[in-house]
């Protein structure tokens, strides 16, 4: 376990936050959008636009789920929902319309989530 420390003009803070793993610091504007969809999600989106994607998109891609998938499919399933839920309550754009990519990279490991 280590703490995960926050930089601010130039001192490194520590936030009182232990982490057993890697943190997401940094800029995100360098990934590969659509394989992070594809990876996670098991599509890619029609439009990325600058790691934004349309929420109307996940709506159509992924409907209310049956009982017959895979628990993969279910994981994949989750992830839109949780995403989904993010851009359009807790922390949406000014339109509603999109998600930034980013908060997917928070469901990689679904499991401890």
């Known amino acids: 376990m280590r703490r995960v420390y926050h930089h601010f003009e130039g001192r490194a803070v520590t936030m009182g936050l232990l982490v057993d793993g890697s943190a997401l610091t940094g800029s995100v504007q360098?990934?590969?959008w659509g394989a992070v969809c594809y990876d996670l999600l098991g599509v890619?989106?029609?439009?990325?636009?600058?790691g934004w994607i349309?929420?109307?998109w996940l709506r159509n891609t992924f409907p209310e789920p049956g009982n017959d998938l895979t628990?993969?499919?279910?994981?994949r399933y989750a992830r839109a929902y949780i995403l989904e839920m993010i851009g359009g309550y807790l922390i949406p754009d000014l339109s509603r319309n999109l998600v930034h990519l980013r908060w997917l990279l928070k469901l990689v490991d679904f499991r401890r989530i």
Do not use: L
């Open 30 to 32: 360098s990934v590969d």
């Open 54 to 56: 349309e929420m109307g």
């Open 71 to 75: 628990e993969v499919e279910r994981i």
């Open 44 to 50: 890619i989106p029609d439009n990325i636009y600058g």
